[in-house]
């Protein structure tokens, strides 16, 4: 990641621990599969932590359902609930108890998600946040997103909309999930940050591109295919958030095809 982006991210949360005394600052960091948003997260808490500001980071990822639950929802709702991903797929207040107990001064369990086994951590392997954690930052690609009009749902965006979701169930659903208990989620963000990809079409190969990496260091990983079915899971939302969010986001760092900064909008933007 751009270290202009860094810096400028830096500062948002700068400006916005200060204006807080020793209250917990909770900042959202959003953008599509890819743009980078975990290399920009770790290297932002490396900063805090080297100046003693305690930070931690939790991944919307890492809020998945387990395989049980996502099942079990698949058979109760639609078949396309079984693939992690969408609004609908997390466990909500699990991530409101995180940002509670860190609200009131406590340490905190992180919850951690195994993409290889498609399944949650136990709890004895996740990550703990200090008692009197200043900063937690919660990233992922739907982070802050808002709804869609139930107009926007009726056409497909793409070939598995129209052929696994002929009646639009699956995306009602999503949006339905959307709109309810994720905003209460969203709702406790304080500052919301969007890395801003050029258009979904990028996101494809940003992600293959990092299933290859993947596939070079370990047995696992998606195939070209696979990818292009499983992306296509996120482009509805992807796009509405490219469209509508950087207009009300506290900073909006625009990249281009090869994830360098183009711009800069906002409370963090220079020059």
């Not at 992690?84 to 998600?113: K, N, S, Y």
């Not at 994720?182 to 050029?198: H, I």
């Not at 070079?216 to 796009?239: K, N, P, W």
């Amino acid at each position: 990641m751009a270290r202009e982006a860094l810096d400028a991210v830096d500062g948002l949360v700068r400006r916005a621990l200060a204006e807080r005394d020793d209250r917990l600052l909770v900042v959202g960091l959003c953008g599509a599969q890819g743009s980078g948003k975990s290399t920009l997260a770790a290297g932002l808490q490396a900063r805090l932590v080297r100046d003693g500001i305690p930070a931690a980071i939790l991944s919307i990822d890492d809020l998945y359902r387990t395989r049980a639950e996502r099942t079990a929802l698949a058979n109760a709702v639609h078949p396309l609930l079984r693939t992690r991903g969408v609004p609908g797929t997390h466990d909500v207040d699990l991530g409101l108890r995180v940002i509670e107990a860190l609200e009131r001064g406590e340490a905190a369990l992180l919850p951690r998600f195994d993409k290889a086994a498609d399944d949650r951590l136990p709890e004895a392997r996740w990550e703990r946040a200090a008692a009197g954690t200043r900063l937690l930052l919660l990233e992922g690609w739907c982070v802050g997103a808002r709804p869609q009009q139930a107009a926007a749902l009726a056409a497909p965006v793409n070939a598995l909309e129209r052929d696994e979701d002929p009646d639009g169930i699956w995306r009602a659903y999503v949006n339905h999930a959307l709109a309810g208990e994720y905003q209460a989620l969203f709702g406790r963000l304080d500052r919301l940050a969007l890395l801003a990809a050029p258009g979904f079409a990028i996101v494809r190969r940003w992600r293959t591109q990092q299933e290859h990496d993947l596939r070079g260091v370990t047995s696992g990983g998606m195939s070209d295919a696979q990818v292009a079915r499983f992306i296509q899971h996120y482009e509805r939302l992807t796009r509405h958030i490219l469209h509508e969010m950087p207009d009300r986001a506290d900073l909006t760092i625009a990249l281009d095809e090869g994830r360098r900064v183009t711009a800069i909008d906002g409370e963090g933007r220079t020059g």
